[in-house]
């Protein structure tokens, strides 16, 4: 049952080496080399030898007695023990991720070896490919070219530069003390992700001062969570009604549960996009397709670190700023800004799922009655530049202007509500907005800008988001 799923079939090269609390999440794997199997073992059988051997006078049947007596020894001096062990480790690997400086020389993967995480995640397909160079990390993708298919053609899957390695991790490394306009991976980033997180690094990079480095650093990360988050919402939207029941029930679920964050008295937070994507883990485990990318987005074991560890490190620098703890001096901010940038890049190449599920924003679709399709025109919401590419399509179904959609290769998904290009009364302009929060029972969504975090209410979003699965109460879209 909780066997790690990242086992030999996975790694085959990693079957030798000791994975900690890989077996019943208190042994380590391979049983044999873990000294508190042998003393569960060992008190079990000295308890079996002894008991039926000693004189004293018992009213139970001598092998009830002995298998109490087993049970009693192997629970107390065995199984106890060695789950004070694995709480041990999990409170050590905590601590380890907590502390920022401690993940900055020590590879990235450490402290992530226990099984605890691993072991929560159901068994998912093996994901991984053959090892790449890291040099794919450099490359740049062309802009996609105009196209009148019903739906952007699929081409051969891209080079999966994603693939973490230790050497990944030792060129990221070495990259981390290049300046950060330098940096591939962002440029990359800039070039292919859907338009607010490649805004975002853009203005990372331009960033002139190590102070308003650290700023636009922990911006980033907090735009990356919620780009992905409301890419997977608005995917698992799609598959309602779509498929089997079981996937409904479960994309119901997760949908249920960001309404309800959404609809709690503080909104959605960095926290809540970040533990949100987390609890997908075993969905994307059991249908990889209904988010392509996101198995491996969020696969960690000990040899590699997860979306979310990575998301979650840069949210606990955040929090240590919004607390108080910001950087006092120019030389503290570019240390700090050395020490999380390397979870930055480590995260994009993570969510490199974006890049494949690209964002429109739709201007007019109209419907073609000699071929009874939708002629549609939208903008390509991809890539750090505010002019956004003008893009034509031939859909068999009509959609809505001036909203938001991801395009996938079955034709496009809405992002509404979780994106919305609202007109924001700061900065008199439209602007890419996120849902952050709506009352439960009546009134307008609170959305904030990605680019600048001014705050813009909408009423129809207020009533999308509350028909939104409800979960609790059953109800379906
Ligand atoms: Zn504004």
């Known amino acids: 049952m909780t066997e790690n799923p990242e086992g030999s079939a996975v790694h085959p090269t990693a079957s030798r080496a000791k994975r900690r609390n890989a077996v019943l999440a208190l042994y380590d794997s391979p049983v044999y080399r873990d000294w508190a199997f042998w003393m569960t073992v060992g008190w ?55 502390s920022p400086r401690s993940s900055v020389g020590a590879p990235l993967t450490a402290g992530h070896g226990t099984a605890p995480a691993s072991a929560q995640r159901p068994a998912s397909p ?122 409904d029930e479960s ?28 609890s997908l883990r075993p969905l994307a485990a059991s249908h990889p397709d209904v988010v392509p990318g996101l198995p491996n987005a969020l696969h960690s074991d000990g040899r590699t670190t997860g979306l979310i560890d990575h998301l979650n490190t840069l949210r606990t620098e955040r929090n240590r700023a919004a607390h108080g703890d910001r950087p006092q001096s120019a030389g503290e901010s570019s240390l700090r800004v050395e020490e999380i940038r390397p979870h930055l890049e480590h995260a994009l190449m993570k969510a490199e799922f974006l890049t494949q599920s690209p964002w429109l924003l739709t201007v007019s679709c109209s419907y073609q009655p000699r071929t009874q399709t939708f002629d549609v025109v939208a903008h390509n919401a991809m890539g750090d530049h505010p002019d956004f590419e003008r893009r034509e399509f031939s859909w068999t179904s009509p959609v809505a202007n001036d909203v938001f ?56 979003l207020g009533d999308e988001i509350r028909s939104l699965p409800d979960h609790r109460r059953g109800t379906t879209r």
């Open 126 to 247: 093996a994901v991984l490919s053959p090892p790449q160079s890291s040099s794919e990390a450099s490359q740049r993708r062309p802009p996609p070219p105009e196209t009148h298919s019903p739906h952007q053609p699929r081409v051969a899957p891209r080079p999966q530069r994603v693939q973490e390695s230790l050497q990944d991790d030792t060129d990221l490394a070495k990259a981390g003390t290049q300046p950060l306009s330098s940096s591939a991976v962002m440029s990359d980033a800039r070039n292919t992700m859907p338009h607010p997180v490649a805004r975002a690094i853009r203005t990372l990079q331009q960033a002139n001062t190590s102070k308003e480095q650290y700023e636009a650093l922990l911006d980033a990360a907090e735009i990356l969570a919620i780009s992905a988050s409301v890419t997977a919402a608005a995917l698992l939207q799609r598959k309602i009604g779509g498929s089997a029941v079981q996937t």
């Open 44 to 98: 079990g059988l000295m308890t079996a030898v002894s008991i039926p051997g000693s004189d004293q006078p018992n009213s139970l049947p001598v092998w009830l007695d002995t298998l109490l007596a087993v049970l009693t020894f192997v629970t107390l001096f065995g199984v106890i023990p060695s789950w004070l062990r694995l709480l041990l480790r999990r409170w050590l690997g905590r601590r380890k991720e907590r």
């Open 405 to 460: 959609y991801v395009l996938t290769s079955e034709g496009p998904v809405t992002l509404s509500p979780f994106v919305a290009s609202l007109f924001c009364p700061q900065c008199q302009q439209m602007e890419v907005c996120y849902a952050a929060q709506a009352d439960k029972k009546t009134g307008p969504a609170i959305l904030k800008s990605f680019a600048r975090g001014h705050t813009v209410h909408s009423a129809d």
């Open 251 to 278: 994309n119901e679920r997760s949908l249920s549960m960001l309404r309800s964050s959404l609809l709690a008295g503080g909104g959605a937070t960095f926290g809540t996009w970040t533990n949100w994507l987390g």
